[in-house]
């Protein structure tokens, strides 16, 4: 996902519009109730202009309407890269203009993810730091500059996703040799983080794979002393407010009928994970928020854990804060639909063999690379439909 210049007269009103306690000031306080309640969510200038760069390919006038509508849809800014957190300030400060001319609250949505030896179990999404080239020293730099941009716009909420796929390899995929090596270099990084990112008041949710990923009865426990350990060892930040699933996946919030490819678990759809995590989550907050973004279509998948450009998705369920649970705080698109999962390229170093399964895409280029193709694919097969 490329850095583009910001642009920054897209923003519209997508969030409910009761009241809630003010933003972090200098000694930081967390709302007691949904950190989303009363406050406007920032649309991602970059994911924006890339939705209206794509919809001007768009010949047919009722598809090109279509696309457009999801340019109005927020999701989450992704700092994949260190070179991309300076943007993240010249958001802040466009938010916080906004907010101070509409006095409405603005509430801006990031995902950190930049941890040294990133995504150990797979290929499409390596990152930049290793921890063999002091990737631990490096990662904590990135986060020092993301609370130094943060802590200049106290009038701004931001919420944090931390980490996709990170702790959830450690429950699951310690037999990996690179996982199993990372696994203290994680820890670290992400005690460091949510340590530092609770001074300056951002309300985190730690990723937490997804129904067929945690949410195996199996995988329930281990999941869940694993998150309670480290952020007891943290001490306990007062801005962590729980857990996000299904990042970047496809899964239902409440499927009508299980998909045949959860076959074996009782915890077929987010909805049934969450329910089923929440009370073994001891010690540990049990707030949740839920990634529909691209899962509006269901029994697309020829198995459960196939995430690579899934052929047949579409975008799912906008952001909303009527959850249906009071365990969910809100139905939030995280990934940006549109942009690649990973490349379908055997011959790329970054090539990972999920993206070349039957039920993935084509011509797919390097994830976080506009897929032009894939994004008219979710609008078309949109759910509720545009």
């Not at 020293?137 to 919420?159: F, L, S």
């Not at 987010?270 to 509006?296: C, K, N, T, W």
């Not at 942009?339 to 993935?360: F, I, K, M, Q």
């Amino acid at each position: 996902m490329p850095v583009s210049p910001p642009s920054t007269s897209t923003t519209t009103v997508t969030s409910s519009t009761t009241t809630s306690s003010t933003g972090p000031t200098s000694t930081p306080t967390p709302a007691a109730d949904n950190p989303y309640t009363g406050y406007q969510v920032y649309l991602s200038p970059y994911y924006a202009s890339e939705v209206t760069a794509a919809a001007a390919q768009i010949s047919d006038a009722a598809l090109k309407a279509k696309a457009l509508k999801i340019a109005e849809v927020p999701t989450f800014i992704w700092l994949d890269t260190i070179a991309k957190v300076p943007t993240l300030g010249t958001y802040l400060a466009d938010a916080s203009a906004k907010s101070q001319a509409s006095n409405t609250k603005y509430l801006v949505q990031i995902v950190v993810y930049d941890l040294p030896d990133r995504d150990c179990a797979a290929l499409a999404s390596n990152g930049e730091f290793s921890i063999a080239d002091d990737g631990l020293n490096k990662y904590k730099g990135y986060i020092d500059q993301i609370v130094t941009q943060i802590k200049a716009y106290p009038d701004v909420r931001v919420v944090a996703v931390i980490e996709p796929d990170s702790l959830a390899n450690l429950v699951t995929n310690l037999n990996v040799e690179k996982c199993n090596e990372a696994q203290d270099a994680y820890k670290a990084g992400v005690t460091y983080a949510i340590q530092q990112l609770d001074t300056v008041g951002v309300y985190m949710y730690l990723d937490a794979g997804h129904a067929g990923w945690l949410g195996w009865p199996a995988n329930l426990s281990p999941a869940a002393e694993l998150f309670s350990q480290l952020y007891q060892q943290a001490g306990s930040p007062s801005f962590v407010r729980g857990l996000a699933t299904d990042v970047s996946n496809y899964n239902a919030l409440s499927a009508s009928t299980p998909d045949p490819i959860t076959s074996g678990n009782s915890n077929y759809d987010e909805m049934h994970y969450i329910e089923a995590f929440a009370p073994v989550l001891s010690g540990f907050p049990a707030h949740f928020i839920v990634d529909q973004g691209r899962s509006g279509v269901q029994n697309i998948r020829d198995q459960w854990g196939d995430w690579c450009n899934v052929v047949g998705a579409g975008f799912g369920t906008r952001p909303t804060v009527n959850t249906g649970s009071s365990l969910i705080d809100s139905i939030v698109w995280i990934k940006p639909g549109g942009e690649s999962d990973g490349t379908s390229n055997t011959s790329s170093p970054r090539y990972d063999a999920h993206c070349g399964l039957a039920d993935s895409a084509t011509d797919a280029p390097e994830a976080g690379t506009w897929f032009q193709s894939y994004f008219v694919s979710l609008v078309e097969n949109a759910n509720p439909p545009l």
